[in-house]
Nanobody
Framework: QVQLVESGGGLVQPGGSLRLSCAAS????????IGWVRQAPENQREGVAC????????YYPRSVEGRFTISTDDAKTNIYLEMNNLKPEDTAVYYC??????????????????WGQGTQVTVSS
């Protein structure tokens, strides 16, 4: 059974950094794409990071490229989102996500099958 449990959200000042963690179980990260999606109030969901270890590919939208980095630990049981130079518009609930089927890579506006419960990130002075 796939489980994704996020942690690490909180309040941070503009320009600050935060690292989100996602404990992943029930699937092999070597074969399934993983990612982070955020949703702010009254906004559409936005995929902010994708990693496909199998394809050796990543994807970041322009809104976060150069500031956000997705990674895993060596054991591939945790997924991280390193967020730097945070802006108020980064305020959202962040979800850790993965696929039901293996082998799909990273591309814009992709959909996801499994979602964690989400963790709130608030960027404010």
């Amino acid at each position: 059974q796939v489980q994704l449990v996020e942690s690490g959200g909180g309040l941070v000042q503009p320009g600050g950094s935060l690292r989100l963690s996602c404990a992943a179980s029930g699937f092999n990260l070597d074969f399934y794409a993983i990612g982070w999606v955020r949703q702010a109030p009254e906004n559409q969901r936005e995929g902010v990071a994708c990693l496909s270890i199998r394809d050796r590919s990543t994807y970041y939208p322009r809104s976060v490229e150069g500031r956000f980095t997705i990674s895993t630990d060596d054991a591939k049981t945790n997924i991280y989102l390193e967020m730097n130079n945070l802006k108020p518009e980064d305020t959202a609930v962040y979800y850790c996500v993965t696929d039901r089927l293996p082998g799909y890579g990273c591309y814009p506006d992709r959909s996801w099958d499994y979602w964690g419960q989400g963790t709130q990130v608030t960027v404010s002075s």
